[in-house]
Structures are given as C-alpha cells and as structure tokens.
C-alpha cells in the first residue's frame, strides 16, 4: 500500500472511532467491562439452553440483569457503539424472535367500556321517555 491509502486508512478510522463514541468507553473499567460480557453471556447462554416458550419466564432476571446494568452504563457516560450494539443485538432477540417483553394486549375491558358508553344515551333516553309517560 502507498503512503496515501495507509493515511487514508488512518483518518477512515479516527472518524470511525469518534462516530462510534469510542472515548465513552476509553474509560470504562475493566470490571465493568467484563461484567457487562459476562452479562451478556449468561442471557445468551439462557436463551440456548431453554425452550422457545420457556425463554420469557426462565431468562427473563438476567435479562432485566443486563439492561439493568446497560442503563446504568449509560448514566455513567459508557455508551459507546460496542456496548449498544450487543444490547440492541440482545434486546431484538428477546423481543423480536422470542416476543417476549410484550405485555398481552386486554380487549375486554377496552371493548366493555366502549359498548357501555354507546349504549349510554340510548338508555338515558330511553328512560327519560318511559318515565315522562309515567308523569
């Protein structure tokens, strides 16, 4: 390679490394490095070792675990694109190929209540016509 293609090489990956907010995590220990890994280990491990309707319940503490930490990472200031990307990785596979996290949707009380207030006026009306002829 000619001198050109390695500074070219050089400055491709200095503006990488600063899109990716590489400093955030220039200064993130190694322990919470290793437990974030670790982390992420175990939920994976979880999700490999549990049947596919077993995974929301049985994985469901070290998942929360590691968002947990993940979130707290953040406030810190160690939110760089190697830790987002592996719990953005993380998270779509909890939510997206095990669907879990999504509370069931109740239709019937949103149902009950709408049926309720349509058939308010009729009964409103309905009464008032039956007791003005009482009157």
């Given at each position: 390679?000619?001198v050109?293609?390695?500074?070219?090489?050089?400055?491709?990956?200095?503006?990488?490394?600063?899109?990716?907010l590489?400093?955030?995590?220039?200064?993130?220990?190694?322990?919470?490095?290793?437990?974030?890994?670790?982390?992420?280990?175990?939920?994976?491990?979880?999700?490999?070792?549990?049947?596919?309707?077993?995974?929301?319940?049985?994985?469901?503490?070290?998942?929360?675990?590691?968002?947990?930490?993940?979130?707290?990472?953040?406030?810190?200031?160690?939110?760089?694109?190697?830790?987002?990307?592996?719990m953005?990785?993380?998270?779509?596979?909890?939510?997206?190929?095990?669907?879990?996290?999504?509370?069931?949707?109740?239709?019937?009380?949103?149902i009950?209540?709408?049926?309720?207030?349509?058939?308010?006026?009729?009964?409103?009306?309905?009464?008032?016509?039956?007791?003005?002829?009482?009157?």
């Amino acid at each position: 390679p000619t001198v050109r293609e390695m500074m070219e090489a050089v400055v491709s990956t200095q503006s990488t490394g600063t899109s990716a907010l590489c400093d955030s995590c220039s200064g993130l220990s190694s322990n919470r490095s290793v437990e974030f890994v670790n982390k992420t280990d175990t939920v994976m491990l979880c999700f490999e070792h549990n049947k596919k309707g077993d995974i929301c319940n049985n994985c469901s503490a070290p998942y929360d675990a590691l968002l947990n930490l993940f979130k707290s990472l953040q406030l810190d200031g160690y939110a760089c694109a190697d830790l987002a990307d592996s719990m953005n990785s993380t998270a779509q596979t909890w939510s997206v190929r095990y669907q879990c996290g999504h509370p069931e949707v109740q239709y019937f009380p949103i149902i009950s209540l709408t049926v309720g207030m349509l058939l308010l006026p009729i009964v409103f009306y309905g009464s008032n016509k039956v007791l003005s002829k009482l009157v």
